[in-house]
């Protein structure tokens, strides 16, 4: 008769499980329910800035179920140090989300998967955060600056910025600059003054100083700009400052095409709902080689604004946001550090770096 013999695990091998499975638990906490994000960029600001470091939840929205479940844990496209992709495309699944605590509202901070980027399966590509100003259904208009939705004017928000011309009678102080948290700035001295990105309060404490002559928004006219989505600037005369009416589509609208909507949504139809045949001849929006004159929405769609409006490469130059790219909700702020190059910090060390009154802050 035999008699199974208990072997002792080696503290290596407990060791061993201790990885596998701490790393299989926070695969699916990062998957399923909350992760941390950093802030690369100033499209938010002073909203968001570069260097915070946040907790963005899924469930709010509901999880998004991995779309490329081949990857490697931690990493997003490619590997560290060796570089070559961190995932494999052998195994594709549909877009499924898991139901959600609540649908994405007008002004929810979101992350979200960048759109442009065709070369990246849709959870894969770059992750950017930004403002939901327009949702599903909604109709869009930017008039000098001043966002209107379904016809109601929506402030931009308390610590939102836009570029203004500050003209001056002298060089202003850098310090005194900092001390009214002024720090997108350039000189130009052909202007007599300098492009400054500033906010509300940022603008009323810059008047104060001395020096100052006269500070006004830099407002692009509306005009041919071919940067601005969707494209054509002959049809459409829009700019970053006066844009649309646009109507962002939910799912389940029928959509007419015409010579200019077939324009506005052929991303839409091309490549998010994945018809590959959509073409626009002479004007005409076809499908399959047949016109096609009406066209039913399958996703609702967004479109997002950073609250650093002229810095900000967001769906003004690239269009809707699908569902199948959200990501989730940013929740609150759990580190905050000056980044290297702005705020005069390059001395400054670590623990002097570090924005203690944003740590913990909520995000709204």
């Known amino acids: 008769m035999f008699r199974y013999k208990y072997r002792k695990k080696t503290s290596g091998g407990e060791w061993i499980d201790a990885a596998m499975f701490a790393i299989i638990a926070a695969t699916l906490i990062r998957t399923f329910f909350i992760e941390a994000y950093q802030i690369p960029t100033s499209s938010m600001e002073k909203s968001l800035l570069r260097g915070d470091f946040l907790f963005v939840s899924k469930i709010n929205y509901g999880a998004r179920v991995p779309m490329t479940p081949i990857s490697f844990p931690f990493v997003h496209q490619e590997l560290p140090i060796t570089g070559g992709k961190a ?13 959600g605590i609540q649908k994405i509202k007008n002004n929810d901070i979101v992350v979200f998967n960048y759109p442009g980027e065709d070369d990246f399966p849709v959870d894969k590509k770059t992750n950017y955060i930004k403002r939901c100003i327009g949702i599903a259904g909604d109709s869009l208009k930017v008039v000098n600056g001043h966002v209107f939705i379904n016809g109601t004017a929506v402030p931009l928000e308390e610590n939102g910025q836009m570029s203004y011309q500050v003209t001056t009678s002298t060089v202003l102080d850098r310090k005194a600059l900092e001390n009214i948290d002024i720090s997108e700035y350039g000189y130009n001295e052909y202007a007599a003054g300098y492009e400054m990105w500033i906010s509300a309060a940022n603008k009323e404490g810059l008047s104060k100083l001395p020096g100052i002559v006269d500070i006004t928004p830099k407002i692009d006219p509306a005009g041919k700009y071919p940067e601005i989505y969707p494209h054509i ?11 649309g009416t646009i109507y962002i589509p939910k799912k389940g609208d029928v959509l007419k ?25 002479g004007g005409k929006a076809m499908l399959e080689g047949k016109e096609l004159k009406e066209y039913t929405v399958k996703m609702n769609y967004y479109f997002m604004m950073g609250d650093n409006r002229h810095r900000s490469a967001d769906s003004r130059y690239w269009g809707f946001v699908p569902e199948d790219h959200v990501v989730g909700k940013a929740l609150f702020i759990w580190m905050s550090i000056e980044q290297d190059g702005i705020y005069g910090n390059r001395h400054k060390n670590f623990f002097s770096r570090i924005r203690w009154s944003r740590l913990f802050n909520l995000i709204h």
Do not use: C
């Open 233 to 243: 600037p002959d049809r459409l005369a829009w700019s970053r400052d006066n844009y």
């Open 257 to 281: 095409m015409d010579s200019t909507t077939a324009w506005i949504y052929k991303d839409l139809i091309q490549k998010y709902e994945n018809n590959p045949t959509f073409t626009i001849v």
């Open 87 to 99: 995932y494999s495309e052998a195994l594709k699944l549909p877009y499924y989300r898991l139901p």
